[in-house]
């Protein structure tokens, strides 16, 4: 891909081992069907960082879904692809580029992730990344793009298909939590700006704050029992949670991207919200 120029700009590039370990269990529980599948399984991690933990742990993560998976991790910092050439190996490869996503012979993902990538862009310019990553998709393949904080004990992400937003996962360490709208600091850029009064995510994690404390009997068992009856409340009361309780015991919750779509025009807002 020499002489194209990578499309974005360098991020600040923290980075820590096993930060991005909630969202890789996720995709490995959801996505696991298509990586099987996949005539090529290849996961492009976007925007590793300074250090290439995240690229060499997901490697891992999804050869046990995928034995034969590949991992190539893009920074459009050339320094960082340079220091991340030694973790090369079998299955892994780092490569210089951007949203472009420049990958040889016109290869297409059947994954793409990109952890705390758009966090210093501007709202109005996600839709277009999310339009440039999609369309690099393989067939039934998924963008996986959020924010989570420095030793992921809390993230927050989105699901993009080809055809567009399909559903966003609140996942958290539950023995940290206080209330669930703790959540909002690490909504994606998509929504960051949007937590406020008249905005469907504000409307759910508000709904989600009042089960957690309606909840709050259940403590004595544990967060976990808590935060499973307070998802439970949330379904029954008419938000989209399109997952079951094998996946709220790991402290996560996914919901449809309807339910939480920016500016209210047809999303989903039970009564209540």
Known sequence: MS?????????????NPNRLRRMDRWIA???????????????VDLGYGAA?????ELLGRVR???????????????????????????????LHGGFEVPLPGGRRPVLIRAANVLRQYGEPEVAAVWE??????????????????EIGRRHVWVAVGPEGPRTITFATRLASLERPSDLAERLPKALIH????????????????????????????????????????????????????????????????????????GAVRPGGG
């Open 132 to 149: 440039r990553l999609r369309a690099r998709l393989a067939p039934g393949g998924l963008l996986v793009e959020g924010t989570c904080d």
């Open 3 to 15: 002489g194209v120029r990578a499309v974005g700009v360098v991020t600040r590039g923290t980075t």
């Open 194 to 265: 949007r937590n406020v009064p008249g905005e469907p995510v504000h409307a759910f994690l508000t709904a989600f704050d009042r089960a957690w404390a309606s909840a709050a009997p259940l403590g004595a068992l544990g967060a976990r029992q808590r935060w499973i009856r307070a998802v439970g409340e949330l379904r029954e009361a008419g938000w989209p949670v399109v997952d079951g309780p094998g996946r709220w015991r790991q402290g996560e919750v996914t919901v449809g991207w309807g339910a939480v779509r920016p500016g209210g025009a």
């Open 52 to 56: 290439p933990w995240t690229a060499v």
């Open 29 to 43: 529980a959801t996505h696991g069907r298509a990586l099987r599948g996949a005539d090529d399984p290849l996961a």
């Open 64 to 94: 046990r879904v995928r034995p034969d998976a590949e991992v190539v991790g893009i920074e459009i910092d050339p320094a960082r692809v340079a220091a991340a050439q030694p973790y090369a190996r079998d299955g892994l490869t780092f």
